[in-house]
């Protein structure tokens, strides 16, 4: 059920809801494998792409669909396909949008795995890609290839922040027949709808912002027109990697609360990344909040805000870095990110370790950067535990 003319937060608790047959004031859970057919008849048309009814879940299943379209409602696209993680997610992209012999440009500090996972195995069978800085916009016009398929951006990127600006991307991929692709799981639909802005696919890590709350992995991907909607959700279902009905329930759930989790995290971040910016300890910080921040203006144009996450360098670089996460204690020493807890990690050794040092280093990935996920606690309790750790540098 499609809710287009209720503001973001209404939709939030409405959009996706259906009636079952009690009633339920929330999305049952339909934890079922299998669906059975009312006769032989209803079973051939379902199989035939006709009628209303469920198969079996890897197809379809109500609880699942009804995350599909509340992400579709959230993120104004015409469907939402949901996965078992976000890097299945990633590979239903790269699988269903490029072949061998296809090329795709992508942004140098996209997250880790899905870097490694083209680098390592989609070039395996002859699938190329070029990773630059896209904050350039010429950088892409350069990469760009006679095979080229995809753009494929993240923004702001993981953990760099840079910040590539939509528009240029949409121009300059419809020039070339290009399909566009953004990662949106450091903004959530909340602060950031790509597809507004003309790209042709995003897709997040439901993990993170969109769940909120670290008790699940999933992804979701939401594509602005039918076509292309219909040739991932046909790779989805190949490939096996549906999220299971309990996790879209949680999801569900998590999202009703979204904005509410977000604002209190960018209050947070906001003033976090003021005392650090003016912390001797500390070399650099990148929060699209601050003034000082090379993109703010592009930020405020194309964002809702600010976000949760910080990126910041130490003046003492790895080593310091080390002893900084060792002594937290209010801020958890975890990867991920996104969840009502405020999470540290340190990217050269952990989400980023398997790439290329050189391709790390040239990404903006230094040694010494430190990734900060700010959550919903109280705030002087976060400043604290940084003013005591910085302590042991």
């Not at 046909?234 to 009703?256: E, F, S, T």
Request: aromatic share 8%; glycine share 10%; proline share 4%.
């Amino acid at each position: 059920m499609k809710k287009n003319n209720l503001g973001f937060n209404s939709k939030l608790i409405h959009s996706g809801m259906f009636d079952d047959q009690y009633g339920s004031a929330t999305v049952p859970i339909y934890q079922t494998s299998t669906f059975k057919f009312n006769d032989a008849d209803h079973g051939a048309n379902l199989f035939a792409g006709k009628g209303e009814g469920y198969i079996y879940t890897r197809i379809g299943n109500p609880t699942i669909c009804s995350f599909e379209d509340l992400m579709a409602d959230l993120e104004n696209g015409y469907g939402g396909i949901a996965l078992s993680s976000g890097m299945g997610a990633v590979n239903t992209i790269y699988m269903g949008l490029l072949e061998k012999g296809a090329h795709m440009v992508s942004t140098d500090a996209v997250y880790g795995p899905s870097r490694v996972v083209m680098e390592k195995h989609y070039s395996r069978f002859g699938v190329e890609a070029d990773y630059v800085d896209t904050t350039n916009p010429q950088n892409i016009i350069d990469a760009i290839k006679p095979n080229t398929k995809l753009i494929f951006i993240e923004t702001p990127s993981n953990p760099t922040m840079g910040i590539t600006d939509l528009n240029k991307v949409v121009d300059i991929a419809r020039e070339k027949g290009i399909i566009t692709v953004v990662d949106n799981t450091f903004c959530s639909p909340y602060l950031q709808k790509p597809l507004d802005f003309g790209i042709d696919v995003v897709f997040h890590s439901v993990t993170k912002f969109i769940n909120g709350h670290a008790d699940i992995v999933g992804g979701v991907i939401v594509v602005r027109e039918k076509d292309i909607y219909e040739q991932l959700r046909g790779m989805m279902v190949n490939m096996g990697c549906n999220m299971d009905p309990h996790q879209a329930y949680m999801v569900i759930r998590g999202l009703k609360t979204l904005s509410l989790r977000m604002d209190r995290s960018q209050q947070n971040a906001m003033e976090i990344a003021e005392f650090l910016e003016n912390h001797p300890k500390v070399k650099w910080v990148k929060y699209p909040g601050l003034k000082s921040y090379r993109q703010y203006d592009l930020a405020n144009k194309q964002m809702n805000g600010p976000g949760a996450m910080i990126s910041f360098e130490l003046n003492d670089g790895y080593s310091a870095g080390k002893k900084l996460m060792n002594n937290v204690e209010v801020c958890m020493l975890a990867v991920s990110l996104g969840g009502v807890e405020t999470l540290i990690q340190h990217p050269a050794s952990m989400t980023h370790s398997k790439m290329e040092k050189s391709s790390r280093e040239k990404a903006g990935i230094t040694d010494g950067l430190v990734r900060l996920s700010v959550g919903i606690e109280n705030v002087e309790d976060l400043k604290n535990d940084l003013i005591n750790a910085l302590k042991h540098i």
